[in-house]
């Protein structure tokens, strides 16, 4: 009998303590509001955090690119002995690759030199330095490639002159398809003689334009938002913007993203570069505005050439 009073007892106070342990559907409600309430505003604020670090990790990455960029060409342009200004790509724009009607609009000559590179005789281990001719162009490019961006890019192409060494018969540089010397005893004077330049007859180019930096801006000059930049202190400014010929940048290579200052009579050009971060965190492009600017990049340099060459 005692045994039954206490099995009784145990199972009134289960039943009361499995009743006081749980929740009621309202309470249930209650405390999922109240969640929803209090984590929302947290996971805005994650977001916001992580959308910001990501926006400012490619700020960074952008301008040491744009950096990294400048010195190279930098490096690159020291070594010229002549640099041709807006009129003078008008005049061989039809010698350089991508000259058709159907990729002016994709590829742009912005920067084009002569430069004379040096093999010193310490590092050939020859009797004598060696040193011979290149023709260098860097392009704009936006041909919507899926290899690249949706932004713009940077592309070099160079053509170099070839040497043979009677020292040692293993130190030789072949000539590159379609390389022509300049012809400095032609008549006029110094920019009419390099603005003269033909490449070699019957030779198709095997050289391609190599991409050097990606990400450049590209946003197409107009008069309100993203007007053209102002006018050169030196020389002549390329890409131009108005006008008719060669020297000026249509359509998709219409745009502040890479242009040059240059002043050929003293070897000189001034280099702007502006990116754009924000295509690195998505597909589609973003055009420059004065709220994004932050996420545009710009840099600049002015490089004397160390060379020169004489008109006579």
Known sequence: MNFLWLFIKRLKLFRVTNKCDGFTLIELLVGIVIATLVITPLLG???????????????????QEIKAALDYIARDLQQSVYIYDADGINKIRQQLPKNKDNDKNKFFPVLVFWKRQIISKESSKMEKDIFFYSLVAYYLIKDNDSTWSKAARIGRFQIRDGYDSTEKKNEKLQRDKGFQMFNIQASGNLKSKMNQWTKK?????????VALVDYIEQTTINDTTNPAPPSCTIGQQLPQFSGSGDAVATKNVRTRGFYVCVDSENTVAEIYLRGNALARLQNNNIDFNENNKTYFPQASIRVQGNGFLSAK
Request: overall charge negative; glycine content about 0%; aromatic content about 8%.
């Open 45 to 63: 604020f994650m977001i916001n955090i992580m959308t910001t670090e990501r926006q400012e990790q490619a700020k960074a990455d952008t301008e």
């Open 201 to 209: 007859k019957d030779e198709a180019y095997t050289q391609d334009i």
